[in-house]
């Protein structure tokens, strides 16, 4: 077995144990018996399905085994029995050979036996053996007839009884404990770090196939032959022009090109940094100043068609600005054909740079750089392949700028698991990006809350008839869009959660495990600690570490700042007994009202239901007579702060919830990842807070004097009535770029 398979077996030496334990490992295929069984220690004992024992007899006969009939609960009885002799054994706690790629579910005997006996648990993860002949996945991975294989042997742990519960209870908590065990065994088969993601896409691609198409844009199709062709091709003319820097900023759209570019400088170990063009002239040339950038990589089609040419003439105060059309030029003859030597000879790079950098956006002065390591990155895919079974068959369609981390995931997740994407320039296209679910058979989108609502709204019922995941992350998402997408499409939205600095995701609800209202289980090899705040009963500050946790942050005038131990993510959350995660708010979500923290999240919610609309905002300004002030956005016309009052004191709330003012605007500003620009709404209001005399109408052109572009928002200009409420008019919005790219 040994010279067939390419075996890697991890840890096997915790198994040399005296005494009873119980072995529990994915059963991914029936070569894992046959494996398995060739590998362990003598002396333990198989226990397997009666069905399954017949069909493996050949493998068995070299292991002792106890055949089982799940349908007997004397069966279970008998396997305590011999456990509690002193008798260590092999479950499988799936019951069956899986479908999918991932864990499938726990049977509740399983756990019960481990209950029963309290002996140590090993979860072992098999990877690699859903490639072979003899797994269950045909038609939708790759087969073959020896793929490599890992199997890791995890650390052991033990199911207790626990006092004053019941025994379903019981049994359901132990399922839990070994499914998350069972995850993180298969995480960490799969995880190694020490990677490059040329060289990871490189061996993606000779898994799935060199003609396997993989990215999807609205102007070219590539494979994955097309598209290692363009990165080695562009990558030697890179290679000369940026000779002697570290770090290189990319200002591209979502496009083929994009991707091309970014793992042409993994190529040449150069770090890319990733730049937020919606962020405004000064948001790029801080984000230069930032990371030290001296070369920006752009696309002068792009520039034209994005009216970005203010944008570029900042950078250009920084940075060299080098145009990959100039580029494009220099790839020769003899160049493509150097690129096809590589192919041929499948030419990895070499150990050196491996970093990207994010810039964060929203409540920050300046821009923050979050370097990720490619190790952080690889985690973070591998974590979201264990938790949600994807296959070579889907298709995702993404809209999200590869700027965010959400976007940018959503492009990395498909070509390195062997599935393709579709990329689309900007996520605003409501009416067109349901057509192209519905057109090249989608079978997975990303998108935030805001996004998926405008979705919802503009799809015909049929347009998402192909889907089986809707990721949502970004923001919370509203119990309106959650059950649009459900009576509509009959489509559940797998609500995330994460960070930048996360690279992003720390959690998501999956069809295994899935709770309404919450953003699903912490990720696979992700440890997490609540802490309580002062001053909130409710819930506590996260805390997170895990191999998909930055190397750590560029701040602006300071430089690398290194990550501790622990991340605190900034978020108020709460834990149920099952591991399920609630947020509850942004701690930075909260005002400080008379000496009580009043959460702007909450005023928000109140808001919606009592105006029958999601377009609420509420931010906290200083000033007043309790220290602070809330002040409540919305597009709905007829919302008072009366009405809200009266609803406030009917539910039963504090009155310290009534916002201090409302304020009314045409539309919601948005940032580039859909999110609401919290800091354009208090910039528009601390300058109106600024006007004397009397309330009159404020032009277009005196308030771009008193209030600067900011985050590249277009304030037209606000009125006050006399009862303290604001009004906002023409359209007060933050422009998405990509989107002018495309008309």
């Known amino acids: 077995m040994s010279r067939l398979f390419p075996l890697r077996l991890m ?116 990877d690699g053996l859903q490639h072979s002949r003899f797994s269950r996945l045909e038609g939708t991975m790759p087969q073959r007839w020896f793929p490599p294989i890992t199997i890791y ?136 100043e930032t990371a030290e950038l001296k070369t920006v990589i752009t696309s002068r089609q792009f520039i034209e068609k994005a009216g970005l040419g203010t944008h570029v003439e900042k950078a250009a105060e920084k940075a060299r600005i080098l145009y990959l059309e100039d580029v494009r030029e220099e790839v020769s003859s003899f160049g493509k054909l150097k690129a096809l030597f590589n192919l041929a000879l499948k030419r990895r790079t070499r150990p050196g740079r491996e970093r990207l950098i994010l810039f964060t956006s929203g409540s920050e002065g300046k821009p923050k750089g979050v370097i990720l390591r490619h190790d952080n990155i690889q985690a973070n895919v591998m974590q979201a392949c264990t938790v949600i079974a994807l296959t070579a068959k889907d298709k995702l369609l993404n809209a999200l700028p590869m700027f965010h981390s959400f976007g940018l995931q959503g492009v990395f997740i498909p070509l390195l698991c062997g599935f393709e994407v579709f990329l689309y320039p900007t996520p605003l296209h409501y009416k067109i990006i349901p057509e192209i679910a519905y057109d090249r058979n989608a079978t997975i989108i990303f998108g935030t809350g805001t996004f998926l609502q405008g979705y919802g709204k503009h799809a015909h019922p049929y347009d998402f008839y192909s889907i089986r995941y809707v990721i949502t992350g970004g923001e919370r998402l509203k119990e309106e869009t959650r059950r649009l997408w459900l009576d509509k499409f009959g489509l559940r939205s797998l609500e995330g959660y994460g960070c930048t600095e996360a690279s992003p995701f720390l959690a998501i609800n999956s069809p295994l495990c899935y709770k309404a209202g919450t953003v699903g289980r912490i990720f696979p090899d992700v440890t997490h600690r609540i802490e309580p705040v002062d001053g909130i009963e409710r819930g506590g500050n996260l805390f997170v570490r895990g191999p998909n946790i930055m190397e750590g942050y560029l701040i602006h005038g300071k430089g690398f700042v290194p990550a501790g131990e622990w991340y605190d993510c900034g978020d108020l959350v709460e834990e149920d007994a099952r591991g399920f995660i609630t947020i509850l708010s942004r701690l930075k979500r909260f005002a400080k009202l008379g000496g009580e923290m009043i959460s702007l999240n909450l005023i928000e919610e109140l808001a919606t239901r009592c105006f029958a609309s999601t377009e609420m905002a509420a931010v906290n300004v200083s000033g007043g007579k309790k220290g602070e002030q809330v002040i409540l956005f919305t597009t709905v016309k007829k919302a008072s702060r009366q009405a809200l009052r009266d609803f406030i004191a009917a539910s039963g709330h504090s009155p310290l919830l009534v916002p201090a003012r409302l304020c009314h605007l045409d539309s919601l500003p948005l940032l580039g990842n859909g999110k609401i620009d919290y800091v354009s709404l208090k910039t528009v209001y601390a300058r109106r807070s600024q006007r004397t005399g009397p309330t009159r109408p404020t032009t277009m052109k005196t308030m771009r004097k008193r209030a600067p572009d900011h985050h590249g928002a277009d304030i037209k200009g606000i009125t006050t009535r006399k009862d303290g409420v604001l009004f906002a008019t023409p359209p007060f919005f933050h422009r998405d770029l990509s989107e002018l790219a495309l008309k």
Not at 95 to 124: C, E, H, L, N, S
């Open 11 to 126: 840890h096997f030496e915790r198994l040399r144990n005296d005494g009873p334990l119980i072995v529990m490992p994915n059963h991914v295929s029936s070569l894992s018996v046959l494996i398995l069984s060739l590998f362990l220690p003598e002396d333990i004992v198989f226990v397997v399905n009666t069905e399954i024992a017949a069909k493996l007899s050949f493998a068995l006969r070299f292991r002792r085994h106890i055949p089982m009939d799940p349908l007997n609960p004397y069966s279970i009885r008998d396997i305590i029995s011999a456990i509690k002799g002193g008798m260590p054994v092999v479950l499988f706690p799936e019951g069956r050979i899986t479908t999918t790629t991932g864990i499938m579910k726990i049977y509740d005997g399983i756990a019960f036996i481990a209950q029963k006996t309290g002996v140590p648990v090993y979860p072992v993860g098999i």
């Open 153 to 288: 042997v995890d650390e052991p742990f033990s199911l207790c009884t626990a006092m004053g519960q019941n025994q379903k209870d019981q049994k359901s908590s132990g399922s839990d404990r070994i499914l998350k065990a069972l995850e993180r065994a298969l995480f960490r088969s799969r995880y190694h770090p020490g990677i490059n993601l040329f060289n990871e896409l490189l061996e993606a691609a000779q898994l799935f196939g060199l003609n396997k198409e993989t990215i999807e844009d609205i102007n070219q199709k590539l494979t994955y032959r097309k598209l290692l062709l363009a990165i080695y091709a562009l990558s030697e003319p890179l290679q000369r022009r940026l000779a002697g820097e570290e770090r290189v900023g990319v200002m591209l759209p979502n496009a083929a090109a994009h991707v091309v570019t970014l793992f042409a400088l993994f190529r040449i170990n150069i770090t890319p940094a990733i730049l937020n063009f919606t962020s405004g002239p000064q948001g790029i040339l801080d984000s230069c």
